[in-house]
């Protein structure tokens, strides 16, 4: 009884106009009455979530949203990939009624500056990006404007606005030609091999700057090849899912001797909210390395899987199998990755777990109902 009653407030609110909505969100009391008993806090907090229509971004939106949080979600909506899957993705997060959406470009200084302005934080989880490896090769500008620029934005909104806790994404990519596994963070990570990766590590090196110069909690997240349902056309298990269900050849690059820490999406989530809710604190030491808040962490399945059994448990989920075309190692990429995830551990008490045939059973539901 109150879930319908619940589902049928909130497709009413997502219909009000804006301008009801914001005045809603902004008395959290106002919402509470309007709400059917039981369904949302008195107190919401706010998330700024970029990336929102993003993979990740939309699996937390989701996730924050379920637990009574409300998000304002921002996105260029860029096309590196189907624009029309990104919106789908927003399409499932619009009923929400703590949710709120706006275009916009976060490289867009004066337009950062204004969200920032008459917005308040509890949080920002920083997620957008130009992601992809082989993509920085031919466009290198996207990752400048968006992974440098655009970082430089986001610091500047939560250092003026003085958030509680910025929560940005990093990637195993930083690890660049390491051969020493597992990858830990207090590894060194001084030779990217693609710019994807020099920009991630810069974030890193930004993001310290503002905690040790403002004392600004920042947390860096390194994820590790996130793979699920809504996942990303450009990412590999998408597109060999794509090809194999289309009866095309995939390419399988250094010849399948590759080795990836495959990360289940839901995973990623249970470690961001975790760590969203422990912001670095500073600590007492003349050490200006360890007096700064600002952490990292590794979000891997800490159980790196060859390529071909990957493939090999694919195959058996969509049920056919693939014509495989064997290709010498690409440009920018890395042959292994390998998360040391004792420091998760340790601090947040939860390590990614999700088997891959556990994962690619549920990536392969939501594909065939999405692609029917
Ligand atoms: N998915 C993975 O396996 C993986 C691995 C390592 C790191 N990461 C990082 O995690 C984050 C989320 O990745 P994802 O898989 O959801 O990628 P995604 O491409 O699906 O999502 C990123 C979103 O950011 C938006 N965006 C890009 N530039 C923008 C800008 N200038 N202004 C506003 N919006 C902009 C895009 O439109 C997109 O919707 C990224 O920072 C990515 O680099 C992802």
């Known amino acids: 009884m109150k879930s319908r009653a619940t589902a049928q407030f909130r497709k009413l609110f997502a219909e009000l106009p804006k301008q009801v909505k914001d005045l809603v969100y902004r008395h959290p009391a106002l919402t509470s009455a309007m709400m059917p008993p039981g369904t949302l806090g008195t107190f919401m907090k706010t998330v700024l979530v970029t990336g929102v ?23 260029n909506l860029n096309d590196y990939y189907d624009v029309s899957l990104k919106q789908a993705r927003l399409q499932q997060l619009q009923y929400s009624p703590g949710f709120t959406f706006e275009k916009l ?11 920032f302005h008459n917005h308040r934080f509890d949080c920002v989880v920083h997620l957008g990006a130009q992601a992809g490896v082989r993509y920085s090769l031919t466009h290198p500008h996207a990752y400048v404007d968006s992974n440098l620029v655009g970082f430089t934005n986001i610091l500047e909104g939560c250092r003026h606005q003085q958030v509680p806790h910025l929560v940005y994404a990093s990637s195993s990519s930083v690890y660049g030609a390491n051969t020493k596994v597992p990858f830990a963070v207090g590894d060194p990570v001084d030779h990217p091999v693609s710019l994807y990766a020099a920009t991630k590590k810069a974030n890193e090196l930004m993001a310290f700057t503002y905690s040790h110069l403002y004392g600004m909690p920042t947390t860096g997240l390194r994820f590790f090849t996130v793979y699920g349902p809504w996942g990303r056309p450009d990412m590999a298990y998408y597109k060999f899912a794509l090809a194999i269900t289309q009866g095309k050849p995939i390419e399988v690059y250094n010849h399948g001797h590759m080795q990836r820490d495959f990360t289940y999406i839901d995973d990623v989530i249970e470690g961001v909210v975790r760590v969203m809710e422990r912001p670095p604190q500073p600590k007492e030491t003349t050490d200006a390395a360890a007096a700064a808040p600002h952490k990292l962490y590794n979000i891997g399945n800490h159980s790196p899987v060859e390529l071909l059994r990957f493939i090999e448990v694919l195959e058996t989920e969509l049920g056919q199998q693939a014509e495989k075309r064997f290709l010498p190692m690409q440009p920018g990429d890395v042959v292994a990755t390998y998360a040391d995830v004792a420091a998760l551990q340790a601090d947040v008490g939860f390590q990614p777990n999700t088997s891959i045939q556990e994962g690619l059973h549920r990536f392969v ?8």
């Not at 229509?53 to 996105?75: E, K, P, T, W």
């Not at 470009?105 to 969200?115: E, G, Y």
């Open 365 to 372: 539901q939501w594909f065939r109902e999405y692609h029917q």
């Open 53 to 75: 229509a993003g993979f990740v971004g939309f699996h937390l939106a989701q996730r924050l949203l379920q637990s009574n949080r409300r998000v304002y979600g921002i996105d």
């Open 105 to 115: 470009d976060f490289s867009d200084r004066t337009t950062l500056a204004t969200l």
